[in-house]
């Protein structure tokens, strides 16, 4: 079965800086999906960013972009020039590229709590 | 309305009291969960709706009972829970299981209902 970790319970910025958010996964699967939510006091999950496992190019959207090191199951989060707005919790999410069953479903990790210092 | 909406936001219900989560999505999805968040453990999926038709079941207990009309409203019926279940009820859709590729594998989340079972 597929496991998703995020290691850093809860990581600190100061705005205007950068910060990265580690998750690492462990598959058998060579296609896959993955995904980084915001979750902010609101608790409405917001995408922030998805990843195809067959595509050797980090996506970026914006501010946020990843680093995607296939090889090492490795899947981080970087925010540039954080905002007061960023603070939430980010969950990392795995979905598998096979759609039999529940093969299809999301696997979260734990979050990571982000605070931005003004 | 856009995007996804839950109704109510917040309940607090007794043990022996029967409710129900709505869900609604506005986006022409085909595909619909439900998933729970507790305190400091990873969102559960609970449900998935494929094209009307249930396709996951995570071992889920009976006190919750998920009812899907139509490819757009998702509902959760409770009936006598226990202190335990107390969370946040997240629903969110997706384009459907149709074949890979594509976005239909991204999913969209509600706000969520906070359950308090007393």
């Known amino acids: 079965a597929q496991t998703v970790t995020q290691s850093q319970p809860e990581m600190s910025v100061q705005e205007a800086e950068t910060v990265t958010l580690s998750c690492t996964y462990d598959?058998?699967?060579?296609?896959?999906?993955l995904f980084w939510y915001k979750q902010p006091p609101s608790r409405q999950m917001i995408l922030v960013i998805r990843?195809?496992?067959?595509?050797?190019q980090n996506a970026t959207e914006n501010r946020f972009s990843v680093n995607f090191q296939k090889a090492a199951k490795s899947f981080s989060l970087k925010i540039s020039d954080s905002q007061l707005g960023d603070a939430a919790m980010y969950f990392c999410a795995y979905r598998s590229a096979n759609y039999g069953g529940s093969q299809g479903n999301l696997i979260f990790g734990k979050g990571t709590k982000l605070s931005v210092k003004p | 309305e856009t995007g996804v909406t839950q109704t109510p936001r917040h309940l607090v219900m007794g043990m022996t009291n029967k409710k129900s989560l709505k869900c609604e999505q506005h986006?022409?999805?085909?595909?619909m969960y439900w998933y729970k968040q507790s305190a400091k453990k990873p969102l559960e999926l609970m449900f998935v709706?494929?094209?009307?038709?249930?396709?996951e079941n995570n071992s889920v207990p009976s006190r919750f009972s998920p009812e899907c009309p139509n490819s757009s409203h998702l509902f959760l019926h409770l009936h006598t829970l226990q202190p335990e279940d107390s969370a946040l009820y997240l629903c969110a859709s997706s384009q459907g299981f149709t074949g890979r590729g594509g976005g239909e594998e991204t999913q969209y989340f509600g706000p969520g209902t906070r359950l308090l079972v007393l």
């Open positions: 709706y494929n094209f009307k038709e249930q396709t």
């Open positions: 598959t058998s699967e060579s296609d896959y999906y």
């Open positions: 990843q195809e496992a067959y595509k050797q």
């Open positions: 986006l022409g999805h085909n595909a």
